[in-house]
């Protein structure tokens, strides 16, 4: 009884161990969350796009006027001598005269051939290019992630396929060492054997080590520091339910790429109506209200003061610039057409890397099922190999070939499940929909 319990109590403590260190995994989407959240590039979009939210307002565009108050304070000391019609002369040296000049300006462009609602339009585009820069540096965190993720997902299952293989080429080892001990095969079987398990064994510290690199760059990826310690998951599912004719529709409408470029047409268009509007007059109101006063310790007018307000109308009406204008207008519209072919050519690219991602996927996806049949038959035919080689069926070299082909069909199989997601990710990418969790 006690017997049992020990055992109950032991198979209790393994999983509840076994469970810890699954919840101590880092999961794909946690560790989306953390790059989104932390990424250096996504800081530093994040914070760029700041700049158009600030920029965007009336003031920057023109609309509100301008205020200034000024002022003034002088003193001088002169030698004076004035001579005056009636015959009086007045001489003194060191006058002191002190003057001070005060005054507020306003002066509000209150037209200016449309400008002002031009360039608060074009201020708009511009914070709007801010925000889907941002949204597009998301986007391609996320999938720089998940491509990063899953490669260390198929590192680590190519590292326990490996050390699995490792155990078929020790037996074989043995196997050889015992025939050539009793002297029923010749020394080579037993030192190709070796030589073969030695780069089975190199093969495995490279993969382990491209682990840690992998590791350590992931860990750049989310902001962390690069010695991080941390698991993911050991599983890669592609999802074979994605829908490329809803991809493609979503490319044509949330395409980052395309969304950016056709922001950046509507900025020329901005631009173009802006450089129009010099065409048209402008109309300035103009205000101000003054103090101006000095005293003079000498002279004909030894006080004065002038205080009051006084404005005006400015309009000034085009007339020629040197076609400078025309010229501008031009060039913009020269800008406006090559952005439209811009538009156009990015439509076409998306396209066509969204339907090569496709066909990559539906590849990825056929030969996942391929290379799982295929590894099923070379498992099994390297354990019926295994035991004809035990009873000396086959050669050492036959062997060898059907041990090779198991780790070929391992490293097919690992990889076909990579690309499959990989594809499964781009197509979500070009889509603009990999950030949408």
Same mark, same amino acid.
């Given at each position: 009884?006690?017997?049992?319990?020990?055992?109950?109590? !032991?198979?209790?403590?393994?999983?509840?161990?076994?469970?810890?260190?699954?919840?101590?995994?880092?999961?794909?989407?946690?560790?989306i969350?953390?790059?989104?959240?932390?990424n250096?590039?996504?800081?530093?979009?994040?914070?760029?796009?700041?700049?158009?939210?600030?920029?965007?307002?009336?003031?920057?565009?023109?609309?509100?006027?301008?205020?200034?108050?000024?002022?003034?304070?002088?003193?001088?000391?002169?030698?004076?001598?004035q001579?005056l019609?009636?015959?009086?002369?007045?001489?003194?040296?060191?006058?002191?005269?002190?003057?001070?000049?005060?005054?507020f300006?306003?002066?509000?462009?209150? $037209?200016?051939?449309?400008?002002? @609602?031009?360039?608060?339009?074009?201020?708009e585009?511009?914070? =709007?290019?801010g925000?889907?820069? @941002?949204?597009?540096?998301?986007?391609?965190?996320?999938?720089?992630?998940?491509?990063?993720?899953?490669?260390?997902?198929?590192?680590?299952?190519?590292r326990?396929?490996?050390?699995a293989?490792? =155990?078929?080429?020790?037996?074989?080892?043995?196997i050889?060492?015992?025939? $050539?001990?009793?002297?029923?095969?010749?020394?080579?079987?037993?030192?190709?054997?070796?030589?073969?398990?030695n780069?089975?064994?190199g093969?495995?510290?490279?993969?382990e080590?491209?682990? +840690?690199?992998?590791?350590a760059?992931?860990?750049?990826?989310?902001?962390?520091? %690069? #010695?991080?310690? @941390?698991?993911?998951?050991?599983?890669i599912?592609?999802?074979?339910?994605?829908?490329?004719?809803?991809?493609?529709?979503k490319?044509?409408?949330?395409?980052?790429?395309?969304?950016?470029?056709?922001?950046?047409?509507?900025?020329?268009?901005?631009?173009?109506? #802006?450089?129009?509007s010099?065409?048209? %007059?402008?109309?300035?109101?103009?205000g101000?209200?003054?103090?101006?006063?000095? =005293?003079?310790?000498?002279?004909?007018?030894?006080?004065n +003061?002038?205080?009051?307000?006084?404005?005006?109308?400015?309009?000034?009406? %085009?007339? $020629? /610039?040197?076609?400078?204008?025309?010229?501008?207008?031009?060039v913009?519209?020269?800008?406006?057409?090559n952005?439209?072919?811009?538009?156009?050519?990015? =439509?076409n690219?998306?396209?066509?890397?969204?339907?090569?991602?496709?066909?990559? @996927?539906?590849?990825?996806?056929?030969?996942?099922?391929?290379?799982?049949?295929?590894?099923?038959?070379?498992e099994?035919?390297?354990?019926?190999?295994?035991?004809?080689?035990?009873?000396?069926?086959?050669?050492?070299?036959? !062997?060898?070939?059907?041990?090779?082909d198991?780790?070929?069909? /391992?490293?097919?199989?690992?990889?076909? !499940?990579?690309?499959?997601?990989?594809?499964?990710? #781009?197509?979500k !990418?070009?889509?603009?929909?990999?950030?949408?969790?």
């Open positions: 009884m006690k017997k049992r319990l020990k055992l109950l109590s !032991l198979s209790f403590l393994i999983n509840i161990l076994a469970f810890a260190q699954e919840s101590s995994k880092l999961s794909v989407d946690d560790a969350r953390m790059a989104v959240e932390k250096f590039d996504v800081e530093i979009v994040k914070n760029e796009q700041q700049i158009g939210t600030i920029n965007n307002n009336w003031g920057t565009a023109g609309l509100w006027p301008n205020i200034n108050l000024n002022s003034t304070i002088g003193i001088a000391s002169n030698n004076l001598e001579r019609t009636n015959g009086t002369t007045i001489k003194r040296n060191g006058a002191i005269l002190r003057n001070l000049n005060a005054g300006a306003v002066s509000w462009r209150i $037209f200016d051939g449309m400008r002002m @609602f031009a360039s608060k339009r074009r201020l585009e511009l914070e =709007k290019i925000e889907l820069s @941002f949204r597009s540096q998301v986007n391609t965190t996320v999938f720089n992630v998940i491509a990063a993720y899953y490669e260390i997902v198929q590192l680590n299952q190519q326990k396929a490996l050390q293989t490792i =155990k078929f080429f020790e037996e074989r080892k043995l050889a060492e015992s025939r $050539f001990t009793i002297g029923t095969a010749p020394k080579t079987d037993f030192l190709q054997a070796e030589v073969d398990l780069q089975q064994k093969s495995l510290l490279a993969i080590n491209n682990i +840690r690199v992998a590791k760059n992931f860990n750049n990826l989310l902001a962390r520091k %690069p #010695e991080t310690v @941390f698991e993911v998951m050991e599983v599912e592609p999802d074979a339910t994605v829908s490329y004719a809803a991809l493609q529709q490319a044509t409408t949330d395409n980052y790429d395309l969304l950016l470029a056709q922001s950046s047409l509507s900025v020329l268009v901005q631009q173009k109506r #802006e450089i129009i010099q065409r048209l %007059p402008s109309v300035t109101l103009n101000n209200f003054n103090l101006s006063q000095s =005293k003079n310790d000498a002279g004909f007018t030894l006080f +003061r002038n205080l009051g307000p006084n404005g005006n109308i400015g309009i000034a009406i %085009p007339i $020629f /610039q040197g076609g400078n204008i025309k010229r501008q207008e031009q913009a519209d020269i800008g406006i057409k952005q439209q072919i811009v538009i156009d050519r990015l =439509k690219q998306v396209n066509t890397s969204l339907l090569n991602a496709f066909y990559n @996927f539906q590849n990825a996806l056929n030969l996942v099922k391929l290379e799982k049949n295929t590894l099923a038959l070379i099994e035919n390297n354990v019926i190999a295994t035991e004809r080689f035990r009873k000396l069926a086959i050669t050492s070299l036959e !062997l060898r070939q059907v041990q090779i198991y780790i070929n069909g /391992q490293t097919r199989y690992i990889n076909s !499940l990579y690309m499959a997601k990989l594809a499964e990710a #781009e197509m !990418l070009l889509a603009g929909d990999l950030n949408k969790l």
